[in-house]
């Protein structure tokens, strides 16, 4: 068992990472405490691992809430039908939500529990790769809306992040593949030697060896708690986590979201942050191509949906957070380990970073 | 024109109060800064005031969104809408809402800035006396649940709050009166002169005296800020400030929101809750009657609707986020300008208070 904090004054909190944590009572009640506690999951994940949760804190679970299994349940509609679960569980200010499942449930519970009454605690318990690399640690907690991505929400911070690697063992492969994207993100953004750890060690994971993942975990983990430690709200510093997410964010919106998986679509605007650094000068030809590979031995999609246009692209890539003065913000790469965020560029430059990612 | 500052370390804001502020360029602009700004407001009041803030900001303003004048439309459902229309317009994280109207504009309003993209600057502009004396002060954004008032909302503070005093000349009597309730509560609370002063000047202000009513508005938001600036997320003192709003909460939601104002259920709530403190002998008999009086006075309902049973109040009441420990949170008076929260009280005094509070 591995613990981290996220040191965030006092809104720290510790992530805790190891294998049959969720049937382990006094890991569990630690980071739990005996407030009465909701759990918001899904159908799959109910059904997989919420005897586990309920049997661990016992009388402290009064009841749960399961919602639909996948992105396009991320929705205001599902957020009030969350919130009348609450209220009919007379949830007060001193009580809990815990979140059981991937990032749809995390992201969707944690601003359920960031609205209800004004806010109240939360504790994650992600069970796929994605959830526990990248959406449980931080804070950020959305819903979508039909005209955006994760335009609704909060900055709100969970009082623990419990880790069971044990759920890895029933994710499909595909949703595996799809965390495995913002782990290579975490190797890009600002740790080459764990991009080279990975380009020895992705059959592995994708292997699902227990040993690897655990450490590609951490280690994605520590990336991001570092990052958020420095700037909580995404005031600068924080931008360079959404490598290849204006890009994908673009591809989900595009063609609705819940066709492509959010990790897919990181993984191929990845690929075309990388080229159009590559095109800017910033980045090598040869770092494109060991990003490409990567990608594309992770099982991810390397090039933009054919169905997508540019012009669909960039009216999608104009509604993005990170935007300002009306200019596309983006994250680009200087190197394999160094990310750059930046509105200053030429337009062309884009529009043939769009046309070379479809090369195939 | 005054200036009160509310004191709350990297959050602070003043409070701007005089007459004709709405059509002064400078004074607005200064508040307002030069960022892309979306006003929200109802169609009662765009009709009255919007072209005057649009003429003193002239092109900041790209936009606005008109929602329906009164409570029942503090939902959900235009919540989502506004924020679609702030995604129409594009705004940005350096992006403003400027809210233009009563406590339903300011609260939804300040939350849909809460949750847009995680959060974006707001300012307030009330327009009814509620909204300048209570709602738009302190950073209490919400919308209603069907299940319960204010259930789903944040802490996000304005970064100015201009009360232009002229705007309550078009305010109807009903809703003058509604926001003198809140006027009268700070008296009660903790300000003993001030109640004192408004047994002599009711009927001044009543008769919208304009310089008794910009004292009372300066001296109700000098109140708040003080209680806010202790307290900003209601880890204690702060409740204080619901005096009365337990019982009227329940009365609203008991006979459907927007068939009593706020304002009236609140001051129908401060007399249950007087009755209540002398049951329990914290008040004399005198304070009560003095009480109930000044709510009379002010053209306020003093008791209970008749249509709704104790039975459904103390139901209604059970659903209230100060409520802890399955206890319905009260505020109580020791004295006129001093009061306490309590959950130490025995049942029977609760129903002897409902029961008394139906005679007329």
């Known amino acids: 068992?591995?613990?981290?904090?996220?040191?965030?004054?006092?809104?720290?909190?510790?992530?805790?990472?190891?294998?049959?944590?969720?049937?382990?009572?006094?890991?569990?009640?630690?980071?739990?405490?005996?407030?009465?506690?909701?759990?918001?999951?899904?159908?799959?994940?109910?059904?997989?691992?919420?005897?586990?949760?309920?049997?661990?804190?016992?009388?402290?679970?009064?009841?749960?809430?399961?919602?639909?299994?996948?992105?396009?349940?991320?929705?205001?509609?599902?957020?009030?039908?969350?919130?009348?679960?609450?209220?009919?569980?007379?949830?007060?200010?001193?009580?809990?939500?815990?979140?059981?499942?991937?990032?749809?449930?995390?992201?969707?519970?944690?601003?359920?529990?960031?609205?209800?009454?004004?806010?109240?605690?939360?504790?994650?318990?992600?069970?796929?790769?994605?959830?526990?690399?990248?959406?449980?640690?931080?804070?950020?907690?959305?819903?979508?809306?039909?005209?955006?991505?994760?335009?609704?929400?909060?900055?709100?911070?969970?009082?623990?992040?419990?880790?069971?690697?044990d759920t890895l063992k029933t994710?499909?492969?595909?949703?595996?593949?799809?965390?495995?994207?913002?782990?290579?993100?975490?190797?890009?953004?600002?740790?080459?030697?764990?991009?080279?750890?990975?380009?020895?060690n992705i059959e592995k994971l994708m292997a699902r060896d227990p040993q690897a993942l655990e450490f590609a975990i951490e280690r994605s983990c520590r990336n991001k708690a570092m990052v958020v430690s420095k700037d909580e709200r995404e005031g600068g510093l924080r931008a360079i986590l959404n490598l290849g997410h204006t890009f994908g964010h673009a591809i989900e919106k595009c063609l609705g979201y819940g066709q492509w998986l959010h990790g897919e679509a990181v993984g191929a605007g990845m690929v075309s942050a990388a080229r159009m650094s590559a095109i800017l000068g910033y980045l090598t030809e040869d770092d494109v191509t060991r990003t490409l590979d990567l990608v594309r031995r992770a099982g991810l999609p390397s090039g933009l949906p054919d169905s997508v246009s540019d012009e669909q692209m960039l009216e999608a890539m104009r509604v993005d957070k990170k935007n300002a003065q009306g200019r596309i913000t983006l994250v680009l790469l200087d190197a394999i380990g160094t990310a750059r965020i930046t509105r200053d560029y030429p337009d062309h430059a884009l529009l043939e970073a769009l046309s070379r990612s479809r090369e195939r």
Chains 1, 2 share one sequence.
């Open 171 to 200: 994710l499909p492969d595909r949703e595996l593949q799809a965390g495995i994207a913002e782990v290579i993100k975490y190797g890009l953004i600002g740790d080459h030697e764990f991009f080279a750890w990975l380009e020895v």
């Open 1 to 165: 068992m591995i613990e981290l904090q996220v040191d965030l004054a006092d809104r720290s909190y510790p992530i805790v990472i190891g294998a049959g944590l969720l049937k382990d009572p006094p890991t569990m009640r630690q980071a739990v405490g005996d407030k009465r506690a909701l759990v918001i999951t899904n159908q799959t994940v109910a059904d997989l691992y919420l005897a586990q949760v309920q049997t661990a804190l016992d009388s402290t679970i009064v009841g749960e809430c399961v919602i639909g299994d996948g992105e396009e349940f991320k929705n205001i509609e599902t957020f009030e039908k969350v919130i009348g679960t609450m209220l009919g569980h007379r949830l007060d200010r001193g009580s809990l939500v815990i979140a059981l499942g991937g990032g749809v449930v995390g992201d969707l519970g944690g601003f359920a529990a960031a609205c209800y009454q004004r806010g109240i605690d939360f504790v994650q318990l992600p069970t796929t790769l994605l959830a526990q690399v990248d959406s449980s640690v931080g804070g950020k907690t959305a819903v979508n809306h039909a005209l955006g991505k994760n335009m609704i929400g909060a900055f709100h911070q969970p009082i623990a992040v419990i880790i069971d690697t």
